[in-house]
Structure formats: structure tokens, C-alpha cells
């Protein structure tokens, strides 16, 4: 980790969740002065010891507030914005968090004197999508874009690493459950890339090293189905489950229902995302608006799934190396 600052601020928007703060670390490790502007900053103070002391700084900011987000941006060198929720939760609606969110950070970066920020979007992001979520994060691209139109947007496939909520779900399911869900026969195809690889892409665009005004879309190395995502995730955790198909308009009716849950392990509205592929363009790689392009090297999920998933073996990770 370097401990020599270069001077320069920036501001992390979703500093303190999954993506945010290995984007924090990047950029700490870079030298930089780091503002991780969140709703609480009491939950992030863990975020300090990812750098030398007085690098990183919680502060308190609410996408549904401008003043808030000015107060986050004033005096900063370089914005990102990390925020973005899987499900909404009371006043964190898609709308006010992935639509009306990004547009009031760009407005607020551009007042303060800055020519771009760095968005974390998503592939499938779509203003046409019938899905909620994909319909949001499009509404917060045009937000970005139509104010700063020099910032750089980020679209990751599903994001692998120790505190994704895709993987751990499904292996704490499987520590109880004797089945798990393939949601439209699980072949929807997905492009799995490691949290920090996005990192060091956030990294890059705030150094200046990517395309002004350009969407780069994040993948990693292997398409897998979502049926092979849960066998490899069974074969780390030596758990063999029977995986049973679970069409379409049954798991809507499923998600109906479970989303009225404070913490849901499906909504209707993600049964509608996975009627697409979630991987990157083919105009995207000819074009290398990939991490390949922009010199990232991806991680395999080989490489990083037994490192978290591990603790989800019968006897943890004491058996970690006993024969399977």
C-alpha cells in the first residue's frame, strides 16, 4: 500500500458497500485522498484502515438529498458514484436511487468545476427493459451522461467477491436446503468479474487512463450458465443439491410474494433480468471497451471462489484441504 498521498480528493458515493469499498482501497492504495460519502457513516468506519491514517474519511450523504451530495463533492478533485440497490426498501426506491441519484451528482460535480464522473451502471441497463432495475440504471446513465457528457460509465456483469450476495446466497441456501432454484431452467448466460478487477477499473478513469465519454462494459474471462455457476459453486463447497428447473412465471409469482419480505431472496422484478443474457457486447470487445481493452487483467472465478466460500463446507474451512 503506498503511504505517499498525491494531494488529490475524491469522492466515493456508495463508499461502504460491496463494490464501494474495494473501489475506496484502489484508489487509497493509488495515493489518494479518499471521501466515501454514505447514508451512515457511523456503520463505515472500517473503511479507514484500507488506508494510512487521515487518507480515508466517511462522510454523511443522501442521494434523495442535493444538499447532501453538494456538501459530499465540495472541494473534491473526482467524483464516483458505487450507489445501487438489488431491491427497494422504503424511500430507497430504484427511481430515487439509480434514476434521480446519478443525475443529482452529476449536476452537483459539474457545479462544483469538474468535467466528469465515474458511474458503476450495469450490463442490461435499458430505458425500453421491463424490468424496473434495467429501466433505472439506464435513467441514471442519461443523468450522467446528459450533464457531464465526458464521464465515464462502468458496466459490470454480475460482480464476484467475498461479500457478493450472489454466490454466498445460493451456498447458505445450500447448507440447509436439499434443492436449489433454477430459475427459467438456469440457462441464462452470465459473465461473472471479480470486485476488484471493477475496482481497478474505477481506478483507472479517476487516474485519466480511460475514453472520455465513453461506456466500457466489465466481464470476466468465462460465460457461464447460471446452471454452471451453481455447480461450480457446489463443487467448492463439496454440497451436492439437486438443482430443480423453476420456470419463468412460477418464479415471478414466487418473487410476488417474497418480496414483500424486508430482506427477499427474489422479487418478480429480478425473475424479469433473467430473461437476458448478462454479458458483455460483442461491440463492446471489437471495440475494447472491456477490461481486456483498457489492460485489466480479469480473475477467474477459479481463482477467487475458494478464498470466501470455503466457510460454506460441512466443517468449514478445517476441511479446506482434505481430499473431496
Not at 59 to 69: C, D, F, G, K, P
Not at 260 to 269: E, K, S, V
Amino acid at each position: 500500500m503506498s503511504t505517499a498521498l498525491n494531494g488529490k480528493l475524491v469522492t466515493v458515493f456508495g463508499g461502504s458497500g460491496f463494490v464501494g469499498r474495494h473501489v475506496v482501497q484502489a484508489l487509497a492504495r493509488r495515493g489518494y485522498r479518499v471521501r466515501a460519502a454514505v447514508r451512515r457513516p457511523d456503520l463505515a468506519e472500517y473503511l479507514q484502515p484500507l488506508g494510512v491514517p487521515g487518507q480515508i474519511m466517511p462522510i454523511q450523504a443522501n442521494l434523495r438529498y442535493r444538499w447532501s451530495v453538494e456538501r459530499a463533492i465540495d472541494g473534491a478533485n473526482a467524483v464516483v458514484n458505487c450507489v445501487g440497490i438489488l431491491f427497494p426498501t422504503g424511500k430507497q426506491s430504484f427511481d430515487a436511487v439509480q434514476s434521480f441519484g446519478p443525475r443529482a451528482i452529476a449536476e452537483a460535480a459539474r457545479d462544483a468545476g469538474l468535467s466528469f464522473a465515474t458511474h458503476v451502471s450495469a450490463i442490461g441497463a435499458n430505458e425500453n427493459s421491463k424490468s424496473a432495475y434495467a429501466r433505472s440504471k439506464a435513467e441514471g446513465e442519461a443523468g450522467i451522461t446528459e450533464t457531464l457528457p465526458e464521464s465515464v460509465i462502468l458496466r459490470p456483469s454480475i460482480v464476484f467477491g467475498p461479500e457478493d450476495d450472489f454466490f454466498n446466497k445460493f451456498a447458505g441456501m445450500a447448507r440447509l436446503a436439499p434443492a436449489l432454484p433454477l430459475i427459467g431452467g438456469g440457462e441464462t448466460k452470465f459473465q461473472p468479474v471479480y470486485v476488484c478487477d471493477v475496482a481497478e477499473a474505477v481506478a483507472k478513469s479517476v487516474d485519466g487512463d480511460l475514453k472520455a465519454g465513453t461506456v466500457y462494459e466489465l466481464g470476466g474471462p468465462e460465460v457461464k450458465s447460471f446452471r454452471e455457476c451453481l455447480e461450480l459453486m457446489m463443487e467448492i463447497t463439496r454440497r451436492k443439491r439437486f438443482l430443480a428447473p423453476l420456470p419463468f412465471p412460477v418464479a415471478r409469482a414466487m418473487g410476488k410474494i417474497m418480496q414483500l419480505l424486508p430482506a427477499p431472496l427474489l422479487t418478480a422484478d429480478q425473475v424479469e433480468l433473467l430473461k437476458t443474457d448478462n454479458v458483455v457486447s460483442k461491440a463492446a470487445q471489437d471495440e475494447k471497451r472491456t477490461l481486456e481493452g483498457m489492460g485489466v487483467e480479469a480473475s477467474t472465478l477459479a481463482a477467487i471462489l475458494p478464498s470466501y466460500l470455503e466457510r460454506y463446507r460441512e466443517h468449514g474451512q478445517y476441511d479446506a484441504h482434505k481430499a473431496a
